[in-house]
């Protein structure tokens, strides 16, 4: 099943119909009928599906089709053809972070069938995590409004198979520089977008040392304060042009517990109180706008108990972890759903060129659904 999904492109840019159908039609060779959420084109889609009796108390299994790109990346195999190598890891994009988990999930169909159920199990795969969590809102609140409630959330990204508990919550924002074009050699005309934006980044970097000293001994996640990234810079059309526009797309993570909303308000009172002013100064025409390109809610460890509870109890394990990355669990949460992470492979592979899952981390997995499925069996 890995080997199947693996062989789909789903980079993020790309449309995810076709994993999706061939999900589908899986699902329907075993009589298990689902839904897509589809977005707004058309070009990608949601899926969930329910096995099991349409009652209370059930189980999601939630995981992202996407995948990052492997653009410049130096892969030693083809990233989209399963490999596996006398280390016992299965190579590809996507086998860590995380068609391991739906893989599993799916080969464990014929499983969950044979058992006698006594409560729901529910797939809820999305599209577009790895550039916002974008699909997954649709998909989680078409999901509540379908099925009647469920009792926890397992969210199969990458954890060792190690029950996380809590993770930061974290912002994306793109913000424009609008300058105003000028010879290079009169600088006095214009006012360089790509300048004021090199200021805008030295900023983030004071205030990224700032929130490194504000660390908190009451949560593991390393490191463990807010953090801040400029992903991507663009702008600039030639080099003795002073350049009218210039982009970033950048984004910070912030702590389950502090506030999610400070980084994104102290920008907009810097960027409005002193350098959008000075920018102007040099030209009316200038510009800066901050457009918030994506949002996701943090875990906190105290609201997700009883999810805990059965995922220590089908992984053996004895206690938590926090994890600084996001994932959709945020979102699952906001709909009052006790949730966890907990899947195949090591997030350290995730993104990374060769990236794997080894085989015992699969195996692992199988005998958490097994587990499940006894105690759904109960
Ligand atoms: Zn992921």
Redesign the pocket.
């Known amino acids: 099943m890995l080997k199947r999904l693996v062989a789909f492109d789903t980079t993020s840019r790309n449309s995810n119909l076709d994993l999706i159908k061939y999900i589908q039609s899986y699902l329907d060779e075993h009589g298990v009928p689902s839904t897509l959420v589809p977005n707004a084109e058309g070009t990608k889609a949601n899926l969930f599906a329910t096995i099991g009796p349409d009652r209370e108390g059930g189980i999601v299994l939630s995981g992202?089709t996407d995948v990052v790109p492997v653009d410049g990346q130096p892969w030693t195999t083809d990233p989209w053809t399963l490999t596996e190598k006398p280390d016992g890891n299965l190579y590809g994009r996507g086998t860590c972070?995380?068609k391991g988990f739906i893989a599993a999930c799916l080969a464990n169909l014929p499983a969950f069938q044979r058992a006698r159920l006594k409560v729901p199990l529910h797939f809820a795969f999305s599209y577009d995590?790895?550039i916002g969590c974008l699909g997954a809102p649709a998909l989680v609140e078409k999901l509540v409004g379908s099925v009647s409630r469920p009792q926890a959330v397992i969210v199969g990204?990458p954890t060792m198979m190690s029950v996380v508990n809590a993770q930061n919550s974290g912002g994306g924002i793109i913000a424009t520089f609008t300058g105003v074009e000028a010879h290079s050699s009169m600088t006095h005309l214009g006012v360089s977008a790509i300048h004021f934006a090199g200021d805008f980044i030295h900023w983030l970097n004071e205030l990224q040392g700032e929130l490194a000293q504000r660390t908190r001994n009451d949560i593991d996640t390393v490191p463990g304060h807010t953090t801040i990234n400029v992903g991507i810079i663009s702008g600039g059309t030639a080099g003795n042009i002073l350049a009218r526009e210039c982009t970033l797309n950048w984004g910070y993570r912030t702590l389950p517990g502090d506030d999610p909303w400070e980084v994104q308000r102290r920008a907009e009172k810097y960027v409005a109180e002193l350098l959008l002013p000075r920018m102007r100064a040099r030209h009316p025409d200038a510009n800066i706008t901050l457009r918030r390109r994506s949002f996701l809610p943090p875990l906190k460890p105290e609201e997700n108990v009883e999810a805990v509870k059965l995922a220590l109890q089908w992984t053996g394990g004895n206690r938590t972890y926090s994890v600084p990355y996001g994932?959709e669990a945020g979102i699952f949460r906001g709909h009052g759903i006790p949730t966890v992470i907990c899947g195949p492979g090591d997030i350290a592979q995730?993104h990374q060129p060769d990236e794997f899952v080894a085989r015992s981390q699969m195996d692992a997995c199988d005998a958490f659904l097994g587990r499940m499925v006894q105690w759904a069996e109960r």
């Open positions: 992202h972070d995380m995590e790895e990204e994932t995730a």
